[in-house]
């Protein structure tokens, strides 16, 4: 009883859900309603357990981009269970300073078992020359990461790159850092948002 209570107050399990196992007769004479194909569904998403439960619906802060690696801490939302932070997100630190918001912050951990691949931003500013692009890209694949999408700006003698990387863990990332970094002309590597708008 209390798992199924937990899995309640995460979103883990919704209410339609409730009364049709409560009562199946009533839910046999309400059809389900399927979305339209063109509306996203919302799904489990694995690889993360929030107070010890695993089949909680998770979702990935957009402002932090949480890595299998990160420290990390769970916010509950109203309806859509649980969005996942890095612990040193501004949200997070600003959120646990008011009283009001801190009851909503629940443990949350790595699933070890999970091998899901998470997109991150990668941002590269370089000296501009001929051929960067391809060393730096280069660099990347190396490390066997797959590139979902890149932009590149000039500014003057300055290069500009950004890339959407997946990676199954930080550590990966950070294999990234070392192979971009040597190439010649890099002078910064940052992680940012895997949309890479600004700059």
């Known amino acids: 009883f209390d798992e199924l209570c937990g899995e309640i107050g995460f979103g883990g399990i919704s209410a339609p859900t409730i009364v049709a196992r409560a009562f199946p007769e009533v839910a046999a004479s309400h059809p389900k309603k399927h979305p339209s194909n063109g509306r996203k569904q919302s799904r ?88 960067l692009l391809a060393d730096v890209t280069s660099a990347i694949t190396s490390r066997n990461i797959f590139i979902v999408g890149s932009k590149t700006v000039s500014r003057g003698d300055k290069a500009f790159l950004k890339f959407c990387l997946r990676v199954k863990s930080l550590q990966e990332l950070q294999n990234v850092f070392v192979a971009v970094r040597a190439v010649k002309g890099v002078l910064r590597v940052s992680r940012v948002s895997p949309a890479y708008s600004g700059t």
């Open 44 to 131: 489990l998403r694995p690889g993360v357990i929030v107070d010890g439960l695993k089949d909680v619906e998770v979702r990935f802060a957009h402002c932090c981009n949480p890595l299998p690696g990160d420290e990390i801490l769970g916010y509950i939302t109203i309806g859509r269970g649980v969005t996942v932070h890095t612990r040193n997100c501004k949200f997070v630190t600003h959120g646990i300073r008011h009283p009001e918001l801190t009851h909503r912050f629940c443990e949350a951990k790595w699933d070890l078992s999970s091998s899901q691949v998470h997109e991150v931003g990668l941002k590269v500013e370089c000296t501009d020359r001929q051929g």
